[in-house]
């Protein structure tokens, strides 16, 4: 199939715009007039990647998610349910997606095989877990894990913002009065420092020199600050060896390290107990769960686990001879291997160390404002008595 881009209008007489697989200009056109559209323009899209574009909110995937579980509840037909999604729903990509999953149904598709022709949209394992529940006849148990899995993810995502935005907004402020400072102020400075002939102290010294090395290196450092992040993100994409220390770094950083930790141990343990209790293998939902981990370190210590359970070790005992995962998992998993509930006790620990993330970042809160602060007034102390130190040596030097 193509994907098009392609330019409408609808009943109203507006034009409406976006992109929409089939696989010709007629098929396009068909496929329009189920949407109410009438086909004014369309040319070919190939650059876009098969499956949509990547984009779409997860708040827009979380309300696919429900409103497909309430219709399964209420029996209403998958061909109807997905239709009356794309008839309503306001985000162009999801709606053309929803269109294609329609298209693909009536083909003869199942579900799972229709999300999985979307990569970009629905992961690997989004579309297990459906999958899954299409086999044991509980989808709609399933989408309403998935739903709140996706509101638990945004939750974390919400979480770890909110360390990010105050340093953020503070540095920035914080950097943009001293580049001022250096590039407009410090040269009058001291130009009337160097027109007295006085010994300067040094740190007056340090900030002139600051000031001219911007001055007059200003644009190479800038070139230089660019092609380190650049060689940095090509290094990350190539090296395997160096992404897996870069990775393994971030874990080791104090605080921001152990919440970064915390945060994919509580994603992972709450969708591995999901894909469990769906039906999924132990191995298969492991292998699942490494996509979502995103971090190469703890990724290769999951793959050591799940070759050490398909050599026959128990669950608990492959988790508690990697030192990637804290005694904690270990514990909660030999009781849930003893009781028989694997997937509750993998819960269990999914929701503590969300509580655990919740209290940490509180914690880091309140602390960052206190430090940033005190950062900010030493920065500026320095500044001041920079500037003031040479000017009250001059005063008192004068001769009234």
């Known amino acids: 199939m193509t994907r098009f881009r392609y330019r409408a209008a609808d009943a109203h007489g507006q034009l409406r715009e976006g992109e929409l697989e089939a696989h010709h200009v007629d098929d396009l056109d068909l496929r329009l007039r189920r949407l109410g559209l009438d086909l004014i323009r369309a040319t070919p899209a190939s650059r876009t990647p098969r499956g949509g574009r990547r984009g779409v909110p997860r708040r827009e995937l979380i309300n696919f998610c429900f409103h497909l579980e309430q219709c399964q509840r209420a029996g209403v037909p998958i061909l109807e349910s997905l239709a009356d999604m794309r008839d309503s729903t306001p985000h162009p990509v999801l709606r053309d997606t929803l269109g294609a999953l329609v298209d693909g149904i009536q083909g003869g598709l199942s579900l799972s095989r229709a999300l999985e022709r979307h990569p970009a949209l629905f992961d690997g394992v989004f579309v297990s877990?459906?999958?899954?529940?299409?086999?044991?006849?509980?989808?709609?148990?399933?989408?309403?894990?998935?739903?709140?899995?996706?509101?638990?993810?945004?939750?974390?995502?919400?979480?770890?913002?909110?360390?990010?935005?105050?340093?953020?907004?503070?540095?920035?402020?914080?950097?943009?009065?001293?580049?001022?400072?250096?590039?407009?102020?410090?040269?009058?400075?001291?130009?009337?420092?160097?027109?007295?002939?006085?010994?300067?102290?040094?740190?007056?010294?340090?900030?002139?020199?600051?000031?001219?090395?911007?001055?007059?290196?200003?644009?190479?450092?800038?070139?230089?600050?660019?092609?380190?992040?650049?060689?940095?993100?090509?290094?990350?994409?190539?090296?395997?060896?160096?992404?897996?220390?870069?990775?393994?770094?971030?874990?080791?950083?104090?605080?921001?390290?152990?919440?970064?930790?915390?945060?994919?141990?509580?994603?992972?343990?709450?969708?591995?107990?999901?894909?469990?209790?769906?039906?999924?293998?132990?191995?298969?939902?492991?292998?699942?769960?490494?996509?979502?981990?995103?971090?190469?370190?703890?990724?290769?210590?999951?793959?050591?686990?799940?070759?050490?359970?398909?050599?026959?070790?128990?669950?608990?005992?492959?988790?508690?001879?990697?030192?990637?995962?804290?005694?904690?998992?270990?514990?909660?998993?030999?009781?849930?291997?003893?009781?028989g509930a694997l997937d509750t006790a993998l819960a269990n620990v999914g929701y503590f160390y969300e509580r655990d993330v919740r209290e940490a970042i509180a914690r880091v809160q309140a602390s960052l404002e206190p430090a940033l602060t005190l950062l900010l007034g030493g920065l500026l102390l320095w500044v001041m008595s920079a500037v003031l130190l040479p000017v009250y040596d001059l005063a008192t030097r004068m001769k009234l």
Do not use: C
């Open 129 to 339: 877990l459906v999958r899954a529940g299409e086999q044991a006849g509980q989808l709609p148990t399933v989408l309403h894990a998935l739903a709140e899995g996706l509101k638990r993810d945004d939750e974390l995502a919400a979480f770890a913002r909110r360390i990010a935005i105050y340093p953020a907004i503070v540095g920035t402020v914080i950097a943009a009065a001293l580049v001022v400072a250096l590039l407009y102020v410090v040269p009058e400075l001291a130009r009337l420092f160097h027109a007295t002939g006085q010994p300067l102290p040094l740190q007056t010294r340090l900030l002139i020199g600051l000031s001219n090395l911007l001055i007059d290196h200003g644009r190479l450092l800038a070139v230089l600050a660019l092609a380190a992040v650049a060689a940095l993100r090509f290094a990350l994409a190539t090296r395997p060896d160096f992404r897996r220390w870069y990775d393994s770094a971030q874990l080791a950083l104090p605080v921001l390290g152990e919440i970064r930790r915390k945060i994919i141990l509580a994603r992972f343990t709450a969708l591995f107990a999901m894909m469990y209790g769906a039906g999924i293998t132990i191995v298969d939902a492991l292998a699942a769960a490494e996509g979502v981990v995103g971090n190469t370190a703890l990724r290769a210590a999951l793959q050591r686990i799940a070759d050490a359970i398909g050599d026959g070790r128990r669950v608990s005992d492959a988790f508690a001879d990697t030192p990637a995962f804290p005694p904690l998992v270990a514990r909660m998993l030999r009781v849930g291997e003893h009781t």
